[in-house]
């Protein structure tokens, strides 16, 4: 197999933003469910996470994941999808798609509060910024839960700990330090 086809085979994680007419956000979240319970029938979707907007916001922003860029392809093309996208239409005043993206799984964490990063940082600009997102998470673990934690079983205690480390990396800690760390992670050329 060549590169170009290995590349071609590995998932890939897409960005869609949608803006939301103001009064529409109602029936645009029923929309969303709607179309969401198509994807996850459609032979090769992963998975996809919706972030809704800031208070005040009408950014609406999709995450999603196919087997490979072929998958996508056929979700994209499919009648489904035209004759939702068409429904949204009136709900929404602007609609943004992003091109394809291949990525490794952190990059969602990495995209700052407004924006859609198309390019994510260097792998290992992610994997400081990530260690300095625990570092913190950890002091509290050790100082005041691990005594409690100690107390479950063995097999309940990394889940106790992924519950509490992946909700407050995911939203609290990473999009500040993203935001922080933006010079950094997103240079100006």
């Known amino acids: 197999m060549t590169q170009k086809e290995s590349h071609h085979h590995q998932p890939i994680t897409l960005v869609f933003t949608f803006t939301v007419k103001k009064g529409k956000e ?17 032979e090769g979707h992963l998975g996809n996470n919706w972030i809704k907007p800031v208070p005040g916001g009408r950014d609406y922003t999709v995450i999603y994941k196919f087997i490979d860029a072929q998958h996508f392809h056929k979700w994209e093309n499919s009648d489904i999808r035209k004759k939702l996208l068409k429904k949204v239409e009136p709900l929404i005043q602007e609609y943004r798609p992003q091109r394809l993206q291949q990525v490794t799984g952190l990059e969602t964490w990495f995209t ?29 673990y050790q100082a005041y839960l691990v005594d409690a934690i100690l107390k479950l079983p063995l097999l309940l205690r990394p889940i106790a700990l992924s519950l509490m480390l992946t909700p407050i990396l995911t939203y609290i800690i990473m999009p500040q330090l993203t935001k922080l760390l933006q010079p950094w992670l997103y240079p100006k050329k």
């Not at 390019?119 to 002091?139: D, F, H, N, Q, S």
Request: no cysteine; proline share 11%.
């Open 26 to 42: 109602k029936e645009f979240e029923e929309w969303a469910h709607e179309i969401t319970h198509e994807e996850q029938h459609f």
């Open 112 to 140: 700052l509060p407004g924006k859609i990063t198309v390019k994510p940082p260097p792998r290992w600009k992610m994997v400081i910024a990530t260690m300095i997102g625990i570092y913190p998470i950890g002091l509290i």
